[in-house]
């Protein structure tokens, strides 16, 4: 019997499930922030075309997506969300072993319409002839007709490919937002690999502000090692408008602490997950409304949180141990 207790208790104490009372505990404000972006997805036709791709896990039929969909339109008050929540799903982790939680946001970028000693790096809107050309070639071989926008910053301009998308901002404040218009097709380096493989950095201190601090302080190193990554972004530029929210891969508008990104190789983007933390237990709900080219593997996720130096601040110290369950609608 004691030995029973115990493994039962280990077990309890140490499980990686989400629990109604979890579910029962989640916050007034987590409720009505997760059910709006829930609702959004709903309303969203991407959403179920992307559940009917082949994916090697299930995720649920369309059409029970949409039922569950029509139950949420009836639920208003915090406490039927929450039993809305454990009636009709279940929470599934297609992956027993914890993954990496990380951080992105909306970089706000110097830009200038015309080029000179200070605004000399491009930023490039998309062109075919750039397809399958490394970072390093399209660098030296740009085509003046193709620079949208120039920049003051090469670094800031190479976490801008990385983030995906961005604001710009001129010298006299106003801004336009740097949407994301494709890349060259050519593969993904994550340069913090490789400050760690080469000892530049230790991986318990590597994030964004160590890079940035290193490839400012290396200048002579620093090129080599951008090249490495041979991935190029392209954007095209749109105008700001007032209070313009970020939009994510799915077309949604990306809410702060609530949308991630994930593999979209592995979900249909829009789903809906609980992240779990690795070493309290705790959970947050979140909805898939993003990807991104460093976001490999089915429990990996980039959360996302928000615009400027205080998310970027936030952003990129982020490192976490995760699960990742999927919200899978129970079939009637």
């Known amino acids: 019997m004691l030995i029973c207790f115990f493994v039962s208790f280990f077990n309890h104490a140490f499980s990686s499930q989400i629990s109604n009372k979890q579910i029962l505990n989640l916050s007034d404000k987590q409720v009505a922030i997760f059910s709006n972006q829930l609702r959004n997805v709903c309303n969203s036709n991407k959403f179920y075309k992307n559940l009917n791709k082949n994916f090697k896990h299930n995720f649920g039929e369309a059409n029970d997506w949409k039922q569950k969909c029509l139950i949420l339109k009836e ?27 990380t951080g992105y946001y909306e970089p706000i970028i110097r830009v200038s319409r015309k080029q000179n000693n200070v605004y000399k790096f491009p930023i490039l809107g998309r062109n075919k002839y750039y397809i399958k050309k490394s970072r390093r070639f399209i660098e030296k071989n740009f085509r003046k007709k193709d620079v949208i926008l120039w920049t003051d910053d090469e ?9 995906g998308s961005g604001i710009g901002e001129f010298s006299n404040k106003e801004k336009v937002k740097l949407v994301y218009d494709g890349n060259n097709e050519m593969s993904y380096t994550s340069i913090g690999k490789i400050l760690i493989k080469e000892e530049y950095i230790n991986r318990e201190n590597v994030n964004l502000f160590t890079i940035k601090k290193w490839l400012r302080a290396n200048p002579n190193l620093s090129k080599e090692l951008l090249n490495q990554n041979k991935r190029f972004i392209f954007f095209k530029e749109i105008s700001f408008g007032v209070g313009a929210q970020p939009v994510g891969a ?19 983007l829009g789903l809906p997950f609980f ?12 909805v898939s409304l993003d990807t991104g080219g460093a976001i490999i593997g089915a429990s990996r996720a980039d959360l996302f949180f928000g615009r400027g130096k205080g998310a970027e601040s936030k ?14 609608p129970y079939s009637n």
């Not at 039927?80 to 799903?89: A, C, D, G, S, T």
């Not at 670094?155 to 983030?163: A, D, E, K, R, Y």
């Not at 952003?315 to 899978?328: E, N």
């Open 75 to 101: 639920k208003n008050s915090v406490k039927e969300f929450k039993k809305y929540l454990i009636q009709n799903f279940k929470f599934k982790k297609i992956q027993n072993n914890s993954g990496l939680l």
């Open 155 to 163: 670094v800031n301009l190479f976490f801008l490919h990385i983030q």
């Open 250 to 268: 799915l077309g949604i508008p990306l809410m702060p602490n609530y949308s991630i990104a994930v593999d979209k190789n592995i979900y249909p």
């Open 275 to 286: 992240i779990q933390m690795e070493t309290d237990k705790s959970i947050l709900p979140v």
């Open 315 to 328: 952003a990129g110290i982020l490192k976490k141990k995760i699960y990742l369950h999927a919200f899978i």
